[in-house]
């Protein structure tokens, strides 16, 4: 059974940084890809990225360039660094383990399992 747990969640101000990191127990290393997305208020759950298993990384347009997925496979820790945070990148942020898909045109990252999240808050 696939654990995750988030941490590194927090308050910071827009243009701060943050690192966010996954403790993944060891039945996530058969995971096709790791995530994370974001929920936000009176939003959808949504992608921010992932990161295949050999080691490709995807991001959604938004975070594109300030955000950086990345994994210690030694720790089998997923990590996340979030710098020129805005506003907008607020939410709570989860870890997700899963397969990778191909669905209309497009590789995408299908969670099978979640973590219980962590939030973070940017302020203007």
């Known amino acids: 059974q696939v654990q995750l747990v988030e941490s590194g969640g927090g308050s910071v101000q827009a243009g701060g940084s943050l690192r966010l990191s996954c403790a993944a127990s060891?039945?996530?290393?058969?995971?096709?890809?790791m995530a994370w997305f974001r929920k936000a208020p009176g939003k959808e759950r949504g992608l921010v990225a992932y990161?295949?298993?050999?080691?490709?990384?995807t991001y959604t347009d938004s975070v594109e360039g300030r955000f950086a997925i990345s994994k210690e496979n030694t720790k089998n820790i997923l990590y996340l660094e979030m710098s020129s945070l805005k506003p907008e990148d607020s939410g709570m942020y989860y870890c997700?383990?899963?397969?990778?898909?191909?669905?209309?045109?497009?590789?995408?990252?299908?969670?099978?399992?979640w973590g219980q999240g962590t939030q973070v808050t940017v302020s203007s």
């Open positions: 060891e039945a996530a290393s058969d995971s096709d890809c």
């Open positions: 990161r295949t298993r050999g080691g490709l990384t």
């Open positions: 997700a383990a899963g397969r990778t898909l191909f669905s209309s045109g497009t590789w995408r990252c299908d969670p099978a399992s």
